[in-house]
């Protein structure tokens, strides 16, 4: 197309193509047909001339690479205007109570206890409510970039998102943790022992306790949650003996469950509600595809079908039948699952439910095609800069030279650029490996790891000594 377009400056020019295929036979080929004799005709007219890659011999472009790859890593990041917080949560028989101490770049501490006064609150969401209050305190300052430390392992791992939060109580408080985290340019949260956290452990006892506060210190009395709570209203009925029967899932032991009158449970439950408005339009534009239809919901599939919103528990048995019941073929997971959305039934595990009866068929396991795909997924070797990664690897034996009497070759590939080296020697032997990869640590810098193919040189004791010596992975 583009010779096409530009063909006066074609027709002025030579051109000349660089590659390693032999791209001269195949397209000046006298018995090519096809595609590839209308590419040779489409070429004629046009003066080219096809010339293979020419080898760098010099070590210009390994020294090049090795030395400016340190000016070219990007440098730390600048924390010099930084603030920095300690929180503390404690609860006692007294009551509960939270401390923060923030650290402005000048070195300037503003101290705060909280006095926290909300029912049933449990160590850990004092915990959190010190965090968040410390971070909205941090805002109101200024602060774009924020170094919070904390005591409370849970708390921390849990806004770090390396501890999975169960109860809605504190995926509410990571929520909202994450939405203030996106006011700052910078947040890092990182965890200290209670012997590096000792002035906001005193003054969080401070709060538990009700003592009198110290000059210099702030005091804030906190009486609602930082998360949204809603309290509902469920109606139960009272048996012969007046005993309220409430749901399973409602206990009148619970400390969240009050009674307000008779036939009535009040219960005070935690509403995770701290969701990004992207998330809340697309709930709304979910909802609009169901409806109830005489007490009964059902979702409007895509082409216009009225489908019943159904238990997984009969979805199951549904798709047996379709599986393997009567008019049953043993189809796969899709085919049954979209069977089952034709007939006229939904339910959101739908897909799953048919991959576990398909994966679990006696028959479909027996008389199914034989599987060719991998028994695991293919690993990419992760590369981050040149010569960080060596492949080693070693040819031989080969005929030997005359003068020396080298029989074996020493290659080793770098997994970024493809630079090799290479090195013939007489004797496979530890020693050998350890001299070759000494002279390429020395010229190309000390490598993060090596993948070789397990031979005996280099699973010897010396060479692995020696990797570890210069910190090189060996894999």
Not at 162 to 171: F, G, N, Q, R
Not at 195 to 214: I, M
Request: hydrophobic letters at 40%; glycine letters at 6%.
């Amino acid at each position: 197309m583009t010779a096409r377009k530009l063909e006066h400056y074609f027709q002025q020019h030579s051109i000349v193509v660089v590659s390693e295929a032999p791209l001269a036979n195949i397209l000046n080929n006298p018995e090519a047909t096809g595609r590839v004799a209308q590419w040779g005709i489409e070429f004629l007219p046009r003066n080219i001339t096809y010339e293979r890659r020419k080898a760098i011999k010099s070590q210009v472009l390994p020294v090049f690479i090795a030395e400016w790859t340190k000016m070219q890593t990007p440098s730390p990041p600048d924390l010099s205007s930084a603030w920095t917080m300690y929180f503390d949560g404690s609860k006692q028989a007294e009551g509960a109570g939270a401390r923060v101490i923030l650290i402005s770049p000048k070195g300037e501490r503003m101290r705060y206890v909280f006095q926290i006064h909300f029912r049933n609150a449990s160590n850990n969401e004092v915990e959190y409510e010190a965090l968040l209050h410390g971070m909205r305190m941090a805002k109101a300052y200024g602060a774009t970039r924020l170094m919070i430390y904390g005591d409370s392992n849970l708390v921390v791992q849990q806004t770090m998102k390396t501890c999975d939060a169960i109860s809605d109580t504190m995926i509410a408080y990571r929520d909202m943790y994450n939405t203030l985290e996106g006011n700052f340019d910078g947040c890092r949260l990182a965890h200290v022992s209670r012997a590096s956290n000792k002035e906001a452990d005193h003054l969080a006892n401070l709060g538990s306790t009700r003592a009198t506060v110290p000059p210099r210190v702030f005091l804030e009395i906190i009486h609602q949650r930082s998360i949204k709570e809603k309290s509902t209203v469920i109606s139960v009925k009272k048996s012969s003996n007046s005993e309220l029967l409430t749901d399973s899932t409602v206990s009148p032991n619970n400390p969240a469950v009050e009674q307000v009158e008779d036939g009535a449970v009040e219960v005070m439950a935690i509403e995770p509600t701290w969701m990004k408005p992207t998330e809340a339009r697309r709930i709304m534009q979910r909802s609009k595809a169901f409806a109830v239809i005489n007490g009964e919901l059902y979702k409007r599939s895509v082409s216009g079908i009225s489908q019943r919103c159904i238990a997984p528990e009969e979805g199951h048995d549904i798709l047996l039948d379709i599986h393997q019941g009567t008019c049953g073929h043993h189809a796969g997971s899709k085919t049954i699952a979209a069977k089952a959305f034709r007939a006229g039934f939904y339910w959101p595990t739908a897909l799953l439910d048919t991959q576990a009866i398909v994966s679990k068929c006696e028959a479909c396991q027996m008389f199914a095609t034989k599987p060719h795909a991998p028994a695991s997924e293919l690993k990419t070797i992760p590369i981050v800069r040149p010569f960080a990664q060596w492949g080693l690897d070693m040819v031989g034996p080969l005929r030997r030279s005359r003068h020396v009497g080298h029989r074996f070759l020493l290659v080793a590939v770098d997994k970024f650029s493809k630079w090799i080296e290479a090195m013939t020697i007489a004797s496979a032997t530890s020693t050998t490996a350890i001299q070759f990869f000494r002279s390429i640590v020395f010229h190309f810098g000390v490598p993060h790891s090596i993948i070789t193919d397990n031979g005996s040189n280099f699973k010897a004791a010396d060479f692995q000594e020696f990797c570890e010596q210069m910190g090189i992975r060996i894999n």
